[in-house]
């Protein structure tokens, strides 16, 4: 591992694209060799054309990068992260691909594909399996893995450790940051003290991502893990963090504190990871906790909070949206691409 | 029901007391004859004791009147009612109940009672009943009748109408509102910007309280309904109006047609209550209603609003939580004893 | 006054296009016979054309009009209310009134004509006189009068009861609601939990306007008034209401007191109009007093509030920036001027 | 300075002494040997006793600390700073002083004390020669060091460099964040979605600690500067930053251009602090900057953001309020004592 691997981030001056930013301007594996975003920003520098709205101060190094068109022919990277819409990531991400690119990419339009990995590192990183399926269905040199949706990420890794106990039935209500829609994406005057009991698609991808990522990876496909999920999902006027009222239903009927024991006995092995937290999920036992404000930025924003673990079982999951919800995901997912020989 | 009848207000400075004053002011059957409030306002004009915090303007009627202390003989009221807290409201509305008052109160100090009506006049006004059996039990000449926990309220007011489908099991995550916890009950550095997944003994309620409000009363005593509520109470940044998402199971297994069409039947035959809206259930077919701040004025704040009926069966219930959950709750109660001669 | 005139909103379905339909909806010399919106809109009812966002419920004689393209010869109106954008409300006025139409707009785009008044009813209402300037000038049957930038008429109808002190000198600082720039105007995440020290173009019109307001109609023409205005204006995380804090130096140097009784002495003898408030400017003697929030509503949105008067001389003056700062304006203009025989 | 020197905390636990413990957990020179707190708090461990509220994590070394009361007698220190109220700091913070201690306050108490230095380390450090006159006068061993009231840190920053054209007149509008009034201070029913125009007793400070800070040492006292501030203070819904409009009349009447590069030129030779940023003062010449949320952390929260320099003069300042307006201005001012040798 001695040399960086050259990465390019696609959609880099969006809200999504500053977060990946963020997190690859210090990284000890991967360095910033292309930011590309589309027509209007290409040739300015990425000082000029992000409109940077982090608390965090715009990384020197990127600020005087110019920033390239959204072209595989433009771009010098082994690696790439794709904050692209879902509709235009499509035709771009396959362009990476076949041009022998690894695309780590948080866009959707990839993630309900039979033949590419739908991961969270903690959670099923044995489907990296399927991009020699890829490969081989789609003739690429180069290959597509995906996040999930930001609101099934945070709790689906907490689902992980209490797959032990028989998972039957989820239910979950989410409160979701206006961050997730992007920087333009919720007028001030739809949110400002008020809630939207509402978001496009969401509900659909909550119920559907969980079960693919937990499903059973048979050498040559995922079979999806059988319990069922049913969201009611709803935006709130916080800046980051989704926050997520969970019941698990679990054929073995685990009590609080042995749910509570799963949680913190968890350990994926992957601390060798930079970006890995100490803790991904940290508990909480204080009565009020987590909350976006104070537990979004734990483990750099990394970790997932749960908390008041009641019978049920009932608890409360809470995690940074942008980051462990959107790039630091992808991010983590190249680390252990990176690591497992893929790039 | 020519003459008006007298009602002094209890606790009549704080947030929920400056709704009673607002509801009162202009009432066709009540007149406010006693502001009442502890030891610091009494002596005082409600105009210079009460911090009025309503968008509304103060009512010119109440802002001259001299406050008086809490205590049954400085009041000359047929009808009082209560927004004391819990704790100091026992031992004072058994007081005015000895004394010959009807007390129509928004504490909790008497909710689970066995001889004291919890009521929703739509949900359980054959419950009045009790009034007789708790007379008889206590020696009162007068007797008080409760209303239920603002949250309770609002999705009580729907599971009416989905009696006939069989109740089983009702999952609850609400997001509730700062007005909720009174003037000061939420320090900003608390909730601006924020969550809060946790509000005192508030799941409890909601958990029990439907459980006597559905229920049968026999001439002496209520059987209970026989169903679950399962709830995760959350604090959001919203002024007034609890927003909650349900999940509601039933024996017969509707449609969310079927169970729309149950909201629009709806009828309790109440119009003839002054403040009764026309529409105590309001269905809203928008994808992303009803809202907080769009919905909670509706039926001047007496409507319920429900939405995204949903396979599941899920929907959003939404009302304002110190009007139809509190101040408004208790008038109305207050307005049924009335047409039925309690007073 | 027996018969009711025709008026017509252009832009009805946008923020300050509700508030002229909520203000008209019951109005009881003026009767919506058109409500007019570009493109998509027209065609449709207004229930399905307006995104209604306002707490007040959707006036239910508007709600089933059918919205018309903003068109001269669509409408059928002796007065016209305009809530177009500035851009855009040049030549469509100028139809409007070439056609025989009064109109009354809440756009930028006349307000410095030399002959189309800038009026504020309580201000200048003597400017009418420039409508016969500016028939004769444009050769139009109908003509355009306009009210100034919502932050201009909160301090200047403060101003004009200060003339007597002689102005020479004003420094304000604006911090200013959400709903000014519009619906789409201000996306959540530039202004949640944050102050925006910019509005493009604003100061300009602070500075300016009231020049034209507090100037002299000399039969043929406006000379300006001669006093200075320094602006610095903001934007905050508030829905509707404008807070100002205003420092005015005045010649003979008036004690607070002396200013604090000109405001109460204001009268502008126009009790007759309908939507004129009792008083015009509220005096707030608490020392925390005006807010936004608290306050806005007062006369039904159409009063300003100012307190803290102190040396300096220093005050703040908050008003609704949606209803006395845009629509009411537009409304209370038009009101003189039926008064005036103009329509 | 090979030694680090042993600092405790008074009022460790509140919304300003939860600074003290962030900036101090990894300082190079100080080390916490004591966090003090009142009576509840005291003998309990401060992860307990501390209900921490700031975004970055408690720091571990500070989480298992047992808190002892404030006294001088309990404290084993060289230096303290206190985040005391100011009417319990004037007995307390005299006592640690007689007792040897060099107390570093950022409370009101001894601020215009002739003999106690009011300070900025960028402003005035020539003021620190007052310790000898407070020694003599007082026969104190320690002594006290005041900052000033946060929203006077911020712009008295910016007034330091325009010195040199002659300050005549100073108009200050504040918007300041609520954690400037500490974790209970403010009621989230007072300033969700609202401006409220009155902080108790700033403006008086605003208006007169400016003149001290820029005031001359002659060797035995300061002579107050001669310039006039007034100011208007008001709250808004921010959490951190204190952003605040100004108007700087001077004699020399310099041009937008003059007064911004004083701004960049402006070096007070401090860059051997620890605490002290690389640029005290940061202009911003982007329209519609500073803004609180993003510009806060800047210099991690010790600069403060300048922007909008136009004629008039007028220009915005911005800065983090419990940073560089409070805990902040207490560690800097300590750094430079221990740099002069007063530790």
Redesign the interface.
Known sequence: MAETIKVGVLGATG?VGQRFVEALAEHPWFEISALAASGRSAGRKYRDAAN??L???MPEAAADVEVVPVDAKSIDADLVFSALPSDYAETVESGFAKAGCVVASNAGAFRTEPDVPLMIPEVNPEHLGLIDVQRDNRGWDGCIVTNPNCTTIMFTLTLKPLMQFGLEKV?I?S?QA??GAG????????????????I?GEEEKVESEPLKLLGEFDGSEVIPAEFNV?A?C?R????DGH?E?L?VGMRDDPTPEQVRQAFLDFDPGLSELPTEPEHPIIVRDE????????D???GNGMSVSV??IRE?I?Y?V?GHNTIRGAAGASVLNAELMYKKGYL
Do not use: C, F, K
């Open positions: 809200a940077w709205r608390e965090s101060q239910t209500a409160m206006i961050s920087y333009d994406g919720i007028p001030s005057m739809a949110i400002l003290e008020n809630v939207v009991p509402y496009g049913s009611s709803h709130v006027p916080v800046m926050l009222a019941w009565p009020d906790r987590p909350q976006p404000r104070l979004r930025n734990a908390g008041r049920g009932r409360i809470m």
